[in-house]
């Protein structure tokens, strides 16, 4: 299960701007960042109602169910409307004259006391590339760290044009030069198909791509249109009783590519077949997943 107040206390801690930020202290803040914020906080609210979840369940064939604009008010209900206020929260950090890249979101920053401009343009997580423009009155220099994730295996670095490959999760790729205006710096990170396993119990894990839970989708039975925006849980009757089938997948570590295969370059979609009739399923983004029963944790076989 996951909370909205309990993703937004894991990322308040975040340094933010402090003298005392090094990369190691950087990182293990956000260790979990992009999970958090992918599969926890944007993963919470309604896309078109603009309502939030009180919790997230991981009961197979459950729904997200959210408040009413009136009627409800739950604790996560409030800490759930400023997660979303923060998504520029910790995408930069900096020292005197340090630079860190942590999260890959579109945007642009401003740093007065250098005169540097940096426009980040991705499109992450549907792709994997990241654009880095330096914007600067004269030559400076700076050191840029760029986080390379936990599950990220292999980072490309290209500084105007030339490629350089880091092979170290976990860590921060690191330019120190002098910068001038119209510097351009690309990365490419290693997203890949991963199972992670529930702590302590290996035999049960959710299919990842990169850091996004994908989730199967399992259509509306017995869902009416508003149902899953309630006053109480308790009160939402029938829906949460509903028996619903859970298709099996025969996945493994080794044959998980193999069976789960991307739609489109274009768009965060794949498919996999379920061990019954042959069934096709689709799995897609947990945080995109609105208005319909869903499915994120698995028997792995062995």
Request: glycine letters at 4%; hydrophobic letters at 35%.
């Amino acid at each position: 299960m996951s909370k909205s107040c309990r993703k937004q206390r894991s990322r308040a801690v975040a340094p933010s701007t402090s003298k005392w930020v090094t990369r190691h202290v950087a990182h293990a803040f956000l260790v979990r960042a992009d999970a958090a914020l992918y599969n926890g906080i944007l993963a919470s609210q309604d896309p078109d109602s603009g309502m939030m979840t009180y919790f997230q369940a991981t009961r197979p064939g459950y729904v997200k169910l959210y408040c009413t604009p009136t009627d409800s008010f739950w604790c996560c209900t409030g800490s759930g409307m400023e997660n979303h206020a923060k998504y520029g929260d910790s995408i930069y950090f900096h020292d005197h004259q340090t630079l860190y890249v942590n999260l890959f979101i579109a945007s642009e920053l401003t740093w007065p006391e250098q005169n540097l401009r940096l426009t980040q343009s991705t499109r992450f997580p549907d792709e994997d590339s990241i654009r880095l423009s330096i914007h600067l009155p004269k030559p400076t220099r700076l050191r840029l760290l760029i986080r390379q994730p936990a599950w990220c295996p292999r980072a490309a670095v290209s500084v105007n044009g030339r490629r350089s490959v880091e092979r170290k999760p976990s860590t921060y790729v690191e330019i120190d030069r002098v910068w001038k205006d119209g510097d351009v710096v690309d990365v490419q990170l290693d997203m890949q198909l991963r199972l992670e396993p529930l702590p302590e119990t290996p035999q049960i894990a959710a299919v990842l791509f990169g850091p996004i839970v994908l989730a199967a989708r399992l259509g509306g039975a017995g869902l009416p249109h508003g149902a899953d925006m309630i006053v109480n849980e308790r009160m939402s009757g029938e829906i949460l009783d509903l028996p619903i089938k859970i298709p099996r997948l025969a996945l493994t570590p080794g044959n998980l590519r193999e069976r789960v295969r991307r739609n489109a370059a274009s768009e965060l979609s794949f498919s996999v077949r379920a061990l019954e009739h042959d069934q096709p399923l689709e799995l897609r983004p947990y945080h995109r997943i609105a208005h319909e029963r869903y499915n994120l944790y698995w028997p792995i076989e062995s």
